[in-house]
């Protein structure tokens, strides 16, 4: 936390952190899901869609942190944010299916 410069670089070591627990929380919630009877009915729980939403977006957010902070002249920025914009997106977009699929009266 001391070592890394908060005027010029990233935070990237919390984020990093961060996204590793997120990760790990995130596949003991789909083991559990798989253990029980839950899995018939996966497709209209909205805590699904927000998992899987969460998962690909710092699945491939990780690599990018780290590219964006480390190399300091990255000749191809524009793929990056492009990569970024379209992980935003997916996440966006599995968040949508959740709330348009998910049973509205279930109380979670």
């Known amino acids: 936390m001391f070592l890394q410069n908060y ?20 596949a003991f919630y789909f083991t559990e899901i798989l253990n029980t009877n839950k899995v018939l009915y996966v497709d209209k729980n909205l805590l699904f869609w927000i998992s899987i939403g969460l ?3 710092h699945i491939g957010k990780i690599p990018t942190r780290i590219m964006r902070n480390y190399y ?17 997106i997916i996440m966006n977009i599995c968040f949508i299916i ?11």
Not at 8 to 21: D, G
């Open 7 to 26: 005027f010029n670089q990233l935070i990237t070591i919390p984020f990093l952190i961060a996204a590793f627990f997120l990760i790990m929380a995130i």
């Open 55 to 57: 998962l690909l977006y």
């Open 72 to 88: 300091e002249e990255i000749p191809n920025f524009e793929n990056i944010f492009i990569a970024e914009s379209i992980l935003s």
């Open 98 to 108: 959740g709330f348009i699929c998910s049973e509205k009266d279930k109380q979670y």
